[in-house]
């Protein structure tokens, strides 16, 4: 596989659940990143990841919560979300997230997330 | 102020006529810029680049950078139906972060 992948494309969740959505690529990229669309609002980043560590929470709640294992993995784990936070969550790549060095985002297919 | 700014749209064109999308965004420090096209329900795709002031033209896209006023655009030229989707700029900052507009709709009627 090449790109970037998402999953699952899309999701149904309750209140009380927890699930995770998951990200992999296959660009050799050292950065990653987790951002939020909602309808008729820009893109929203939520969490940059560089050579596995975290170097941004975009005052993201508590109840997203990222995990980064190896430079081409990266999650997002739910728990207890509320109905605004559907959305279309998106995970993109980088060669790394510092200067010029970042010749634009590779996005993933996205997850559409309702919370019901 | 917001930090880029772009009209939502939708700018609608005829078939075969040039459609311009402006950005303008705040951070002076940005140093690169990037336009994607995103369709509806699908995921942004990069389709140009720019790093220095000045026109970049690839194939019937150009990009427009001035520094000095803040403004990037992007111009399509011989538009086409197939063109119709959201155009997403994004200056990227000196973090290397890429800060979205909101994106301008745009509709290329036949």
């Known amino acids: 596989e090449t790109g970037v992948t998402q999953t699952p494309r899309h999701l149904v969740m309750g209140m009380t659940n927890k699930k995770s959505l998951k990200c992999e690529q296959h660009?050799?990229?050292?950065?990653m990143y987790w951002y939020k669309q909602s309808a008729k609002k820009p893109l929203e980043l939520m969490f940059v990841y560089n050579f596995k560590e975290q170097t941004e929470n975009n005052s993201v709640p508590s109840r997203f919560s990222p995990e980064c294992p190896n430079s081409s993995h990266l999650f997002l784990h739910l728990h207890t979300l509320q109905p605004e936070d559907s959305a279309l969550y998106l995970c993109a790549s980088s060669q790394d997230s510092y200067g010029l060095a970042n010749y634009g985002y590779t996005f993933g297919s996205g997850t559409r997330l309702t919370v019901v | 102020q917001k930090e880029v700014e772009q009209n939502s749209g939708p700018l609608s064109v005829p078939e075969g006529a040039i459609a311009s999308l402006n950005c303008t965004y705040s951070d002076r420090g940005s140093q690169s810029f990037f336009w994607y096209r995103q369709y509806s329900g699908k995921s942004p795709e990069l389709i140009m680049f720019?790093?220095?002031?000045g026109d970049k033209e690839d194939g019937r896209f150009t990009a427009q950078l001035n520094k000095a006023s803040q403004y990037v655009s992007l111009l399509i030229r011989d538009s086409q139906p197939s063109d119709s989707a959201t155009y997403l700029c994004?200056?990227?900052?000196?973090?290397?972060?890429?800060?979205f507009g909101q994106g301008t709709e745009l509709s290329v009627k036949p």
């Open positions: 720019i790093y220095s002031n």
């Open positions: 660009l050799g990229h050292n950065a």
């Open positions: 994004a200056p990227g900052n000196q973090g290397g972060k890429l800060i």
